[in-house]
């Protein structure tokens, strides 16, 4: 079945650069995009970006700047990078197939 | 960017009563998607292209709409309807959802 799993450090020092995977099963990354949303604590949703099936991405223009999604097709994973973190980057990271299957997300504190 | 505002951001209803959340887009979009949450989980597709139910959504949902304005309905609250649903919008970048409204049993 599908499974989408979110993986990375579950805290990060200010100014220091986020990177999480996005392990998946059950389809490939050539044929279904992924995206980041991410959900601060007792806040609502927020889209990051897409990577598409031809390997194209989009990113949420407030953190382009900062934003990075990639691809493994091989170890079927999808990568996010995200830098300069600051204590407002503190959310639930979760990675989504068409937006219609969830990863169960992960949790990440950025905090000294 | 298309802002979405949905209304009410809280509400409770009771067993058997119809609700109606709406979600207003700031410039007109193609279609309309929601999702359900409750609390500690991830968000579920419930309703995608305005109207068409995810699958084991029960069908007292509904969701409409066109343009600028959308909404989901649900003709008899039960309590498993308790939670928080978030409109998505995906016409142009960056995707935007709504803010929330959050259901509550009353």
């Known amino acids: 079945q599908v499974q989408l799993k979110e993986s990375g450090p579950g805290l990060v020092q200010p100014s220091q650069t986020l990177s999480l995977t996005c392990t998946v099963s059950?389809?490939?990354?050539?044929?279904?995009?992924v995206s980041w949303v991410r959900q601060p604590p007792g806040k609502g949703l927020e889209w990051m970006g897409v990577?598409?099936?031809?390997?194209?991405?989009a990113y949420n223009s407030l953190l382009k700047s900062r934003l990075s999604i990639s691809r493994d097709i091989s170890k079927s994973q999808v990568f996010l990078k995200m830098n300069s973190l600051q204590t407002e980057d503190t959310a639930t990271y979760y990675c989504?197939?068409?937006?219609?299957?969830w990863g169960q997300g992960a949790s990440v504190t950025v905090s000294s | 960017e298309i802002v979405l505002t949905q209304s009410p951001t809280t509400m409770a209803a009771s067993p058997g009563e119809k609700v109606t959340i709406t979600c207003r887009a700031s410039?007109?979009?193609?279609?309309m998607h929601w999702f359900q949450q409750k609390s500690g989980t991830s968000p579920k597709p419930w309703i995608y292209?305005?109207?068409k139910l995810a699958s084991g959504v029960p069908d007292r949902f509904s969701g409409s709409g066109s343009g600028t304005s959308y909404s989901l309905t649900i003709s008899s609250m039960e309590a498993e309807d308790a939670a928080t649903y978030y409109c998505?919008?995906?016409?142009?970048?960056?995707?935007?959802f709504g803010g929330g409204t959050k259901l509550e049993l009353k």
């Open positions: 292209d305005t109207s």
């Open positions: 410039s007109s979009v193609s279609y």
């Open positions: 998505l919008q995906r016409s142009s970048y960056p995707w935007t």
């Open positions: 989504a197939r068409d937006l219609l299957a």
């Open positions: 990577i598409w099936t031809g390997g194209s991405t």
């Open positions: 059950g389809f490939s990354l050539t044929s279904y995009h």
